[in-house]
């Protein structure tokens, strides 16, 4: 469904990923779903994607806020496209359920304001070219 109304898995920009679990659940039910490569790896290659994906898993009642939180899908440390999808499914999760969310963006935020992170780092001493220092 992302794909096909991004228009593709090159249009999107800003991926995510977040799961809920109803309140009999353990949020670690949630997070063994989605922290699988089995899960991940098929977004990630079908939005040609390099960074790893942003992610939520909490513990809730039907109608909980179900938040999905975006970075750029090639650079970790793109802060323009830190964003955050928000939702609630009327009925879900149900006390035994878990609601599995991915979400996307075909662009950053349209005015962002939050700087570099590259110089940011480069201004505290830190060697970007390296990314093991940071």
């Known amino acids: 469904m992302i794909l096909g109304t991004a228009g593709g898995?090159?249009?999107v920009e800003g991926y995510g990923k977040s799961a809920i679990v109803g309140v009999n659940g353990e949020v670690e039910h949630a997070s063994a779903?989605?922290?699988t490569l089995r899960f991940g790896n098929h977004y990630r290659e079908a939005v040609g994607a390099k960074?790893?994906?942003a992610f939520t898993n909490t513990r809730g009642p039907a109608n909980?806020?179900?938040q999905i939180p975006l970075m750029d899908k090639n650079d970790g440390g793109r802060r323009s496209h830190y964003l955050t999808?928000?939702?609630s499914?009327?009925?879900a999760p149900g006390p035994d359920e878990i609601v599995v969310a991915l979400g996307a963006s075909v662009g950053g935020r349209p005015h962002h304001r939050i700087g570099d992170r590259y110089q940011d780092l480069k201004e505290l001493g830190h060697d970007v070219e390296n990314p093991a220092s940071v």
Request: hydrophobic share 50%; aromatic share 6%; proline share 6%.
């Open 9 to 11: 898995g090159e249009k």
């Open 33 to 35: 779903l989605i922290h």
């Open 85 to 87: 999808i928000q939702l």
């Open 51 to 53: 960074s790893y994906l």
């Open 64 to 66: 909980a806020p179900l």
């Open 89 to 91: 499914v009327a009925d």
